[in-house]
Structure formats: structure tokens, C-alpha cells
């Protein structure tokens, strides 16, 4: 395996533009939680970056059109259901994805979220599971379970793995 | 109609405070604060209050119930987990499953019941001097628990996942047990993950909890204990805040409370963190070093026929023969167990995604899966992690997973893969990032040996924080003695999982549960004689 140290200064660089990202993220964009039963925590930038990278995440498990959406959703009311650091990071996260410079140069992708492909998604999905830094495998994790617990948590998905759901208690 | 005992003690009048509900900051006086209300927190509320002490329990999660647990991930993980079950290490190489709710992880374990090993006890006797600790001299306290908790045999023939890892081993001529469970009256569902909707499970919730507060203790939930203040090496109360209705941030109330003795029961993370907010007195640097996971990695197999894995009692089946092939202090040992499987939980813990995880995701119902708990602390390859803060004061463990331990995961993955193939296995997938399905032991064992095993790369979880306050013979080497009691803040005992010197190399409810029986006895005679 490379070592690491060929990394750092990426590393570096990654770390001030994430710096700046979550710095330049107007803080009154974390609304008080429960303000919106729609809407709680993510802007709607922030949902753009999900509604790219929720198809690519899911491809194969059939989640289109409403489900999808209402994924997106529970993305949303998860967020806000963690402690402050944890949605802090995932701002932080998502802010950046959302910015040109952290779409572009960081993540790789080279058009806009809503114009992106499935596979030029899923490219930059890889990129960032088999970084070589931490922060970026870190982030792919990050949107790796929370777009797939938010799928797998609705009865809609459940059907497609032979999953019967929990049983009537008499 | 099941019955909701929560609901029908407070009906009762029981004395239940949800801190989220206060308008104004309340101060309580009691003779015994407890902090937590888990296996540690319950097991001294019932005791204590028996002995005719006056005790506040405090929660930081929220009181639920029977009637609340309705089988559903979805619901049941931002209720019932801390960090809505993704607590992570620093680096978030390891996701930690503990529970935050009234019962702590107790409401939602799987009910696995080992007493503390033997080796374990020996390891600790000849290396952190804790002779009083042997096996003879806990058993009547193991004993006393298993009945209160009606820890017995599982008759029930266990379900195909854990089927399928007696019969796999049995073929390789690898012994296998059964597990102990607190259960009565348990339907074999398979939620106790999500919490007990039946009140089978023997858990804090329903057991010394109702007791303690059938006695008059108080109990107040969705309240953060912040810091201990301290004067002159006691502590002089404890300071609270009452959380938000979704327990995520203060609300504004504040919450005292003034007692003669403070327990703290808030886990293997909470308690150091308590400490450390509060500037407790560490004179030899060891308070939140030494914490321990069992650190556990996972195989997925793809069977022939349905394994249903979400369905019936979640754990029944264990082996101890990688523990036992090697000393205790050599190469890192492992435990097997299978463990429930759900969607959402499964989900997120199969690598990848898109179609191949689609693919896997598809093969759920005839998915069997094994996980090796690595038996961390009794080496110098192994020395735990570190509790330390963040800037807001939420406590974070940096854990780092060092060659010694990634030795044993190698061996573990190579192991579980080949019980799985014995047992028929059409496929096997060991969960790691550059993985993929393996179709014979030789091409499973072939990739096992090539992978890249580094954080992030490989998935390890746990669900066993131990350690970060350990019992010691001298202040120099742990944070409390023996029977739980502070060495440097004399009004300060501890008395849960951080206590332990090492991991265990068993699930830990149980051995929780009687060391903190008799240190809660003991203290309860201590603090009726006015010392």
C-alpha cells in the first residue's frame, strides 16, 4: 500500500478549505430544530448535494421519485436528531460539497450537483472511500450511513430484501 | 394487551422528573446521587434504596417504555442510542453502539450474559493487584444477580444465524456454548436491540429500576450531569443540565443536586468525561486512559436457504476457542457471536454501495452473519484508548487500533469466514472496504490474507465500552480501588464499566451487574455507619 505521507499536503489544503467552508456556512442556516416539520436542518444547498449523491448511493435498490425524496427527508430530521458536534460535521461536510471549490477540487466533480451522472457520482463516491485521507474517507462515510440508514429505515425499501418487517405482537 | 410497567409506576405516583418538561432550575438533596441509570446506575439505585438511603438517579436520556418500543430502527436509535447509535471513535474508525435511555445499554442489549472470566480475574489479581476480586469471592454476587435478573439457561433452540455458527464450528471441530440470557417470559422475537416491547428482557428498566422507585428513590431523566463541583477533595454537588425535548442541547433549566455520596454510572465514556469536565483531581494521569472496546469485525455469509436473522433471540450461540488457543497476554484473542440482524443496522454496516451493495442488501434473508470481539488490554500491543473533550465539553474516545490488534483481526477474519463455509455458505464477504463475495474458503482465505487492514478500510464496531476509571491496588494505576471508591475525591464512587483494568473478553452486563452488587452493599454499609 502508498504510504500516506504523499497525502499531506492535499491533506492540508483540504483541511483550511473545510475550515472555510464550515466557516463561510451562515450559521443561522442550522435553523432551530423542529421549526419546520419539512425542513429542519439542511439548507437547501445541502439537499441539492443529497438529491445527487442519495441515486448513487442507492443504485440497484430500485428508490426513485417520492421514496427517494422522502429519504432526503429522513436525512434531514437524522441530522437534527444528532449532538451539536455531529451536525456541525455534517454541515461542515455538506457546505463544502455544496461550494464550487469543494465540488470541483476536492470531491472532483466537474458540473454542477443537479447535472451530475449517477456515474460521475458514484466516481467521486470511490475517489473518496479509497483516499488516502482520512478526511475524505471520513466523509464518505459519513454520506454512505446516513443515505442508507434514511433508506433502510422506511417500510418501502423492505419488500426489495425479504425483510417482513416486525411482527404483530397479539 | 401488554402491560406498560413504566406507565402504571407513574400513575402510581412514582417520583419522575423528564428535566425537558422543567420551566425553572431545581436543586434536590438526597443522601446518594447516581449518575446513569445502566447496569451500574440501576443495580446501586435498587440496592441503596433497599438499605434506606434517599436517592436521585439522573438520566441523560429519555424514559421509555413497552409501549413506546414498537420494533422500528427507525425510531428506535435517536431514542434509545447515544448519538442516535453513531457515536464513532476520533478518527471514526469504529462505531460505538451504548445506550442513552432510562436502563442505559441494558434497554437495548441483546442479552448476552457471561460472568467475568476467569483468566480475567487472574490477569487482574497478578497484574493490578486486585486479589479480592477472584472468582470464589464474586460468585456469590454473580449469584444474587443472575437471580434478580433471572439469568438462565436459553432452552429454546436458537435461531438459524446462531444455528449455523454451532454447525459451522462443530464440523472444524471448534467448540461452541450456550448463552446465558436475562429473560422471562421472552417470545423469541428478535428486537431486544430496539428495546424490550414484551418486558421480557430483565434489563435495569423494568427490574431495579421500578424497585428503586417503588421505594421513593427520584429519578430524573433528559438531564445531563455536567460537572461535579468540587471543595477540598469531596464533591459538593453535582450540576445538571435539563435538555431539549430531543435531548440534543441544554434548554436553559439547570439542575442541582446535594448529597452525601456521588455514584457515578454513566459508562465506559461518560464517567471519565464527568470527571474530567468537573477538573477532578488525576495526580497520576490515568483518568480516561485504558479504555477498551472489544473491538469486532464482521463476516457476512450468503446461505442456500432463508436465515432470517432479525428473527428470534439475537444471540444464543458463542465460541471461546480463539480466547483459549492462545494465552491471555499473547497474540490478541477473539470471541464469536452472531448477532441480529436488521436493515437499517446491516445497511450501514455492509461496505460500498450502489449496486453491489444493492446486490448484497438483496441477499438480507439468507444472510448469516459472525462477529469476532477482539479481547483488547492484556498486552502492550494493546493498551486501549483515551477519553478525552471537545471544545463544548461532549466526550470523544480516541482509540487507536495498533498492528497487534489488526493481527487479530486478520486471524478473526479468516476464521469466521471459514466456520461459514463449513457451514455451508454459498458466499462469504468479509466487511472491509476492498472486499468482495468469495465463492470457496481458499479464494476467502487468499483475500483475507492480501487486505490492506487500516482504519476506515476495514469495519469494526463495538458495543463493550470498558475501562478509563480502572480499579487498582495503588492511586499510581488506577482511578478507584477495588470496591469502586475514588482515590483522590472521598465522597466519589464509581460503579460501571469503567472500572475494569482490561477488557473481558465477555459481553459485559453481567460482570457489571456483580461487582457493582457488592460495591454497592458495601458502600450501603458504609454510608449507615456515617462514614
Redesign the interface.
Known sequence: MPGRRGFLKFGVAGALLLAAAGAARAQPSYRAAGASDTLQVLSDADREVLAAVAPAILAGTGAAGPGLAAAIGSVDRAVAGLPPHLQEEVGQLLALLASWPGRRWVAGVGVPWREASVGEVAAFLDRWRFSRWALLQQGYHALHDLVLAAWYARPDSWAAIGYPGPPELG | M?RDPIREGIAAGWKVTDASALDRDLTLEADVAIVGSGAGGGVTAEILTAAGLDVVLVEEGPLRSSTDF?????EA??QLYQ??A?RKTL??AITILQGRCVGGSTTVNWTSSFRTPDATLAFWRDRHGLADLSAAALAPWFERMEARLAIREWTVPPNENNALLARGAAKLGIATGAIRRNVSGC?N?G?CGMGC??NAKQSMLVTTIPAALARGARLVCGARADRLALRRGRVAQLECSAL???G??PAGPRIRIRARHYVLAAGAIGTPALLLRSGAPDPHRVLGRRTFLHPTVVSAAVMPE?VDG??GAPQTVYSDHYLEATPIDGAIGFKLEAPPL???L???T?Q????????G??Q???THVLIALLRDGFHPGSEGGNVGL?A?G?PVLAYPLTPFVWDGVRRALAAMAEIQFAAGADQVLPVH??ARPCGSPAEARSLIMGL?L????TRVVSAHVMGGCGMADAPARGTVDSLGRHFQLENVSVHDGSVFSTSLGANPQLSIYALTARNATLLAGRLKAGR
Open positions: 401488554i414498537r420494533m422500528l430502527e427507525a436509535y435517536p448519538e442516535s453513531a478518527d471514526k417470545l422475537i428486537y416491547p414484551t431539549d425535548s430531543r440534543v442541547r432463508r432479525y428473527a436488521h436493515p437499517v446491516f445497511g450501514m455492509h460500498g454501495f450502489g449496486k453491489a451493495h444493492a446486490d442488501m438483496a438480507f434473508a439468507r471537545r463544548d461532549s472496504e476492498l490492506p487500516e482504519p476506515l478500510l
